[in-house]
């Protein structure tokens, strides 16, 4: 339900696969993912980021913080990445996701 995520906040549904990393990492146990959070990379799939407004998904490599990803708005002003959907299909009443109600990933 992403009926009361606005602006600013983020939704993010993804998967990685934590038998890829060996090493403790910075927070005491063993999770990675594609931007080191934690001091420990590995592929890392982001399913879903976004709010009622805007999502994402992206593929990330090990050695690939920014992924390849498609979606609908985010990131700002002077963002210029993927936008492949549109409000009319995605958001507040849209065709494809209406954000107003609650929906299944």
């Not at 146990?29 to 420990?40: I, L, M, P, S």
């Not at 920014?66 to 507040?92: A, V």
Request: proline share 4%.
């Amino acid at each position: 339900d992403m009926s009361g995520l606005g602006c600013g906040c983020n939704a993010a549904f993804y998967l990685t696969n934590m038998y890829q990393n060996k090493e403790a990492s910075e927070c005491s146990d063993y999770y990675c993912d594609a931007n080191n959070v934690c001091g420990q990379s590995c592929a890392e799939i982001d399913i879903q980021e976004g709010n009622q407004f805007s999502w994402h998904s992206t593929l990330h490599t090990k050695t690939d913080p920014g992924g390849l990803g498609m979606g609908y708005g985010g990131g700002g002003g002077g963002w210029n990445g993927p936008r492949d959907w549109s409000s009319s299909t995605y958001g507040p009443g849209a065709s494809c996701i209406d954000t107003k109600v609650p929906f299944q990933v």
